[in-house]
Antibody
Framework: QVQLVESGGGGVQPGRSLRLSCAVSGIKFSSYAMHWVRQAPGKGLEWVGIISYDGSNEHYADSVKGRFTISRDNSKNTLYLQMNSLRTEDTAVYYC???????????WGQGTLVTVSS | SYELTQPPSVSVSPGQTARITCSGDALPKRYAYWYQQKSGQAPVLVIYEDSKRPSGIPERFSGSSSGTMGTLTVSGAQVDDEADYYCYSTDSSGNHRVFGGGTKLTVL
């Protein structure tokens, strides 16, 4: 079955960096673009960014542009989110999700919590 | 930046029809998608391309779009349908995705 498993979350101080991973199995990972989506405690979903199937193209939400970088290793079936210059407002559960052409965000991971606090 | 606007909450009695709206300037040219999120769980796609239902989603869920407004309809709402619902779409460039603020559906 399809599985997306995020890891790498935890507590971090403002201004520091953190890298999240999303291990994907059960699909041909290299054929699909992938998203990161986050959800602050008690708040709604916020789209973070997307990377193309081959890693050649990325787009980001204005709130993270210039601080976050999405990358992927198709040989390892793994998606990454490098988060730099973290702010308290980046505190959220971070989800990875598959981008299918007709049914985007059809498969999601269980999420990993990032807490930015001094 | 582009925004999608949803009502914060909708409340219906069991068996009634619930309608949740999503407003966005680019919706005349971009599809709307709808996600259901129950407490503590990852979201689930319930409507794609304005009105299509993924495999396994009950027929009581339907979608429509007219002009700058997309609508998710839950016909004969059940207590199990209580959840937060989010619309999702892209801006006019197609590069930036966005979620609406979410609507809490209460069925009681």
């Amino acid at each position: 079955q399809v599985q997306l498993v995020e890891s790498g979350g935890g507590g971090v101080q403002p201004g520091r960096s953190l890298r999240l991973s999303c291990a994907v199995s059960g699909i041909k990972f290299s054929s699909y673009a992938m998203h990161w989506v986050r959800q602050a405690p008690g708040k709604g979903l916020e789209w973070v960014g997307i990377i193309s199937y081959d890693g050649s193209n990325e787009h980001y939400a204005d709130s993270v542009k210039g601080r976050f970088t999405i990358s992927r290793d198709n040989s390892k079936n793994t998606l990454y989110l490098q988060m730099n210059s973290l702010r308290t407002e980046d505190t959220a559960v971070y989800y990875c999700a598959r981008d299918e052409a007709q049914q985007p965000l059809d498969y999601w991971g269980q999420g990993t919590l990032v807490t930015v606090s001094s | 930046s582009y925004e999608l606007t949803q009502p914060p909450s909708v409340s219906v009695s069991p068996g009634q029809t619930a309608r949740i709206t999503c407003s966005g300037d680019a919706l005349p040219k971009r599809y709307a998608y709808w996600y259901q999120q129950k407490s503590g769980q990852a979201p689930v796609l319930v409507i794609y391309e304005d009105s299509k239902r993924p495999s396994g989603i009950p027929e009581r869920f339907s979608g429509s779009s007219s002009g700058t407004m997309g609508t998710l309809t839950v016909s004969g709402a059940q207590v199990d349908d209580e959840a937060d619902y989010y619309c999702y779409s892209t801006d006019s460039s197609g590069n930036h995705r966005v979620f609406g603020g979410g609507t809490k559906l209460t069925v009681l």
